[in-house]
């Protein structure tokens, strides 16, 4: 069974700075998709970013890129200029080939210092 | 507005009281899920459906029940809710590529407290 792990419960920044989220996991499969999700204290779960495990090119999304490393099972999440509405708790999540659901893991909560 | 939406939003029960969580989504997805999320344990399955009358369990099905008998709607129900099921439930739906899962768009959850 895949596992993703987030080793980081909490982390904190300041507004402005540039932040980095880990996220590591486990599978034997090659193709599969990662993504970050933000969940902010609404509890809305809102898609940040996501990657294809085939593409070399490290995904971004304005303030949000990720730096995937197939070969060392990584995927972290770099957060440029933080701002107050960047606090939330965030989530890496992963789906393999099949019809199964994504695998969470257990989250960061990010917090930003004005 | 492409949504997944979920009702209700917040229920208060007792144990023993069969209830229904209803989910809708109007992007014509056809795979729809599931999850629950617990305090330090993320997001975790319950059940999934690829599509009309096909659903299967997830990781933890335990004490639920969903069915799928139109495309864009996907129940979930307690048939004997008890208190270790008080916990936040999500919807998410997809349109999978090629017979996988793809990017999940949730609901905004539902908050179940089983007294």
């Known amino acids: 069974a895949q596992t993703v792990t987030q080793s980081q419960p909490e982390m904190s920044v300041q507004e402005a700075e540039t932040v980095t989220l880990s996220c590591t996991y486990d599978?034997?499969?090659?193709?599969?998709?990662l993504f970050w999700y933000k969940q902010p204290p609404s509890r809305q779960m809102i898609l940040v970013i996501r990657?294809?495990?085939?593409?070399?090119q490290n995904a971004t999304e304005n303030r949000f890129s990720v730096n995937f490393q197939k070969a060392a099972k990584s995927f972290s999440l770099k957060i440029s200029d933080s701002q107050l509405g960047d606090a939330a708790m965030y989530f890496c999540?992963?789906?393999?080939?099949?019809?199964?659901?994504?695998?969470f893991g257990k989250g960061t909560h990010l917090i930003i210092q004005p | 507005e492409a949504q997944v939406t979920q009702n209700p939003r917040y229920l208060i029960t007792v144990t023993g009281k069969k209830l229904t969580v209803t989910c809708s989504q109007n992007m014509n997805h056809e795979y729809m899920s599931w999850y629950r999320q617990d305090p330090g344990l993320g997001l975790r399955q319950i059940y999934y459906?690829?599509?009309?009358?096909?659903?299967d369990k997830g990781d933890v099905p335990e004490g639920y029940k969903v069915s799928r008998k139109e495309k864009r709607n996907f129940p979930l129900i307690l048939e004997s809710p008890s208190p270790n099921q008080t916990s936040l439930y999500f919807c998410?739906?997809?349109?999978?590529?090629?017979?996988?899962?793809?990017?999940?768009?949730f609901g905004p959850g539902t908050r179940l407290t089983v007294l």
């Open positions: 998410a739906s997809s349109s999978p590529g090629t017979g996988r899962t793809d990017t999940q768009y």
């Open positions: 459906s690829m599509n009309v009358e096909v659903t």
């Open positions: 599978t034997s499969e090659s193709d599969y998709y």
């Open positions: 990657q294809e495990a085939y593409k070399q």
């Open positions: 999540a992963y789906v393999g080939g099949g019809a199964d659901g994504l695998t």
